[in-house]
């Protein structure tokens, strides 16, 4: 079904699924400070298991057209411009100057990661 499209495509795109489901379930239960711990972790397992649904497949359609760091460096600036997001709209927290400026310094590092030297 993804066949056609570019392998970066579907990479990128199945990582920000991942990462979508990834981030509900290791933060999403701060919002429900009064629910049980064990009914969290279970809950947070449940929607893990749609986070590896999309993250195993990313990886294995992504490696070999990029590296094992290059998949890694792709996952975690999703990861942090989702959780940016995530941490404003939904958990209702203000983004911060130096959390900006630390992202920035991710993508910095990326930078380095992804150019031929």
Do not use: D
């Not at 711990?37 to 195993?56: G, K, M, N, T």
């Not at 460096?73 to 927290?93: K, N």
């Not at 911060?96 to 030297?117: D, P, R, S, T």
């Amino acid at each position: 079904m993804l066949s056609h499209l570019p392998v970066p495509v579907v990479t990128i795109g199945l990582l920000l699924c991942s990462n979508l489901f990834m981030t509900f379930a290791w933060y999403g239960h701060l919002r429900f400070p009064k629910v049980t711990l064990w009914h969290i972790v279970i809950i947070s397992w449940l929607i893990a298991f749609f986070e590896y649904c999309f993250q195993v497949p990313a990886n294995r359609i992504g490696y070999g057209y990029f590296s094992a760091a290059e998949l890694k460096t792709i996952q975690e600036i999703i990861s942090l411009t989702i959780f940016m997001g995530f941490s404003v709209l939904y958990l209702g927290e203000p983004l911060k100057w130096n959390y900006i400026l630390g992202f920035a310094l991710i993508v910095a590092a990326a930078f380095i990661i992804f150019h031929e030297w």
